[in-house]
């Protein structure tokens, strides 16, 4: 037994290593998953956007009410205040602005978090706007993400309509120099993407007559595997335009961003795949591919663990001898 065991062990661990991933993968059962104060930042931003959506619209109507009393008020300052307020009161459940911003390289990680995003602000009925930076290998990632989301909302509980593009979200797609594009959108949105995706005219889609420019975002959210990607959203979103951010990246990036969290610079941050599970848990979506994913990690390390232990005995027992 020891002899076929020195003569084969190289071929035993590939074959168990294989097999604990694929019983992982194949699993269908839901994983117990406690969701972190970090990934439960970003849930409850979306979860509670027409609420927080409101309090804007009341707190924007109270400060036009001061400035029609004020009789030295500027004229110009009024008529911005009274457009923004119409705008949002056609998007009652919020706007939410998505950026997608990896490479096939990290999509095992950050696809299940980009969908379950989108999936939550399609059951939440907010308006949704999908951007890529950095990266034009993104494009076509993140064009099957939102048409996959759109199109079935049966795998969240409550489940949602069909999403059409141009009404409900709008994905624009991939624009070079992306931090004069994002500055250029607290301008105008439309004059920063003339086209979406597809090449049609954003300036004349339904989703755009209650959105003109940064003012009218109500919650920023990039999912990057970049250095330096969710600083300029932090640069951009929070510091310039005062807008909540947060962040989803692989897991050897999360550890460098957790101060961010702890300032109030980010409401919420998701950490590799396991932040994506949680994400997906609180949701409710159904199948989830990032807790199936954990179950192959929870396999994998597993097997992991007891090989350190048998190499460890075999160790022992060799000194001994």
Excluded at 138 to 148: F, R, V
Aim: glycine share 6%; hydrophobic share 45%; with cysteine.
């Amino acid at each position: 037994m020891l002899s076929f065991w020195r003569n084969n062990y190289r071929v035993i661990i590939y074959l168990l290593t294989f097999a604990s991933v694929w019983i992982g993968l194949v699993m269908t059962a839901k994983l117990k998953i406690n969701a972190s104060a970090a990934t439960k930042g970003l849930y409850d931003a979306l979860e509670q956007l027409p609420v927080t959506h409101a309090a804007m619209i009341a707190e924007e109507e109270e400060k036009l009410q001061k400035l029609l009393k004020d009789e030295k008020a500027d004229p110009k300052a009024i008529t911005v205040l009274e457009e923004h307020i119409s705008r949002a009161k056609i998007n009652t459940n919020g706007v939410v602005l998505l950026n997608i911003n990896y490479n096939p390289g990290s999509e095992a990680e950050l696809t299940p978090m980009s969908m379950a995003v989108c999936r939550h602000a399609f059951r939440r009925g907010a308006k949704l706007l999908i951007n890529v930076g950095y990266d034009v290998m993104s494009q076509p990632l993140a064009q099957k993400i939102i048409s996959d989301a759109a199109l079935d909302g049966r795998s969240v509980d409550p489940p949602y309509p069909f999403r059409e593009s141009g009404v409900d979200y709008l994905f624009f797609g991939f624009r070079p120099n992306a931090f004069q594009v994002y500055l250029q959108m607290g301008e105008s949105i439309t004059a920063a993407y003339e086209t979406d995706y597809s090449g049609r005219d954003t300036s004349s889609m339904p989703i755009m007559r209650g959105i003109k420019d940064f003012s009218d975002i109500d919650l920023v959210v990039t999912v990057s595997s970049f250095v330096g990607g969710p600083e300029m959203w932090i640069n951009v979103g929070k510091t310039k335009f005062n807008k909540p951010v947060a962040s989803g990246m692989t897991a050897v990036s999360a550890s460098d961003y957790y101060p961010y969290l702890q300032s109030g610079q980010l409401c919420g941050l998701l950490s590799g795949l396991r932040g994506a599970a949680e994400y997906e848990a609180l949701v409710n979506v159904n199948p989830a591919p990032a807790t199936r994913r954990m179950w192959a990690q929870l396999y994998i390390h597993t097997f992991a663990i007891l090989l350190i232990i048998i190499g460890n005995i075999e160790y022992f027992l060799r000194s001994k001898k």
